[in-house]
Nanobody, 122 residues
């Protein structure tokens, strides 16, 4: 079992920045890839960024490319999502999750955090 706890969400004005953190505990010895998902009201959950265990491979949704940066510190069992130039359409609950498989295979994510709200005002 892996427990994931997100933090860093909040209310920010358009154009602002936030950094989300996802701290893992439990069975962290396994080499998991990690992803950040988001779900806005009335919309499906989408994968916005993902990173391999080594950090060498990353993925970004087109909607966040150039604005969001995913990173990880395996010594701290923590994954980050730096979000710059935020837009109102970025408003959503953001979840982190981990997978032993391919980071772009959304069906392979096994463990999920409880989510953190990000609200971007115009």
């Amino acid at each position: 079992q892996v427990q994931l706890v997100e933090s860093g969400g909040g209310l920010v004005q358009a154009g602002g920045s936030l950094r989300l953190s996802c701290a893992a505990s439990g069975r962290t010895s396994r080499r998991y890839g990690a992803g950040w998902f988001r779900q806005a009201p009335g919309k499906e959950r989408e994968l916005v960024a993902a990173i391999s265990w080594s950090g060498v491979i990353t993925y970004y949704a087109d909607s966040v490319k150039g604005r969001f940066t995913i990173s990880r510190d395996n010594a701290k069992n923590t994954v980050y999502l730096r979000m710059n130039s935020l837009k109102p359409e970025d408003t959503a609950v953001y979840y982190c999750a981990v997978t032993p498989g391919i980071i772009t295979d959304t069906r392979a994510y096994e463990y999920w955090g409880q989510g953190t709200q990000v609200t971007v005002s115009s």
